[in-house]
Nanobody
Framework: QVQLVESGGGLVQAGGSLRLSCAASGFTYRAYAMSWYRQAPGKERELVAA????????KYADSVKGRFTISRDNNKRTMYLEMNSLKPEDTAAYYC????????????WGQGTQVTVSS
């Protein structure tokens, strides 16, 4: 079955960096786009970044452009989110998702990893 497992979250001071990972199994990884979403308490889940199946196309939320970088290693079946210059408003649970395309909302989700940025 499809499994997505996020890791790498934690507590960091404002201005710091974190690298999230999403390990995938149970499907043909290179055939699917992948994405990172986040959800803060009381808010809707929102797109952070997405990457196409072979990595040639990426998409970012305006709020993270220039600070976050999405990437994937199809040989390792793993997706990454490099987060720099973190701000308190980046605090949220971060989820990885699998979808049919960069512009399509995922239909499979991981369990999430918490990122907390202190001011």
């Amino acid at each position: 079955q499809v499994q997505l497992v996020e890791s790498g979250g934690g507590l960091v001071q404002a201005g710091g960096s974190l690298r999230l990972s999403c390990a995938a199994s149970g499907f043909t990884y290179r055939a699917y786009a992948m994405s990172w979403y986040r959800q803060a308490p009381g808010k809707e889940r929102e797109l952070v970044a997405a990457i196409s199946s072979l990595g040639g196309e990426t998409k970012y939320a305006d709020s993270v452009k220039g600070r976050f970088t999405i990437s994937r290693d199809n040989n390792k079946r793993t997706m990454y989110l490099e987060m720099n210059s973190l701000k308190p408003e980046d605090t949220a649970a971060y989820y990885c998702g699998r979808s049919s395309g960069v512009a399509i909302k995922p239909n499979y989700w991981g369990q999430g990893t918490q990122v907390t940025v202190s001011s």
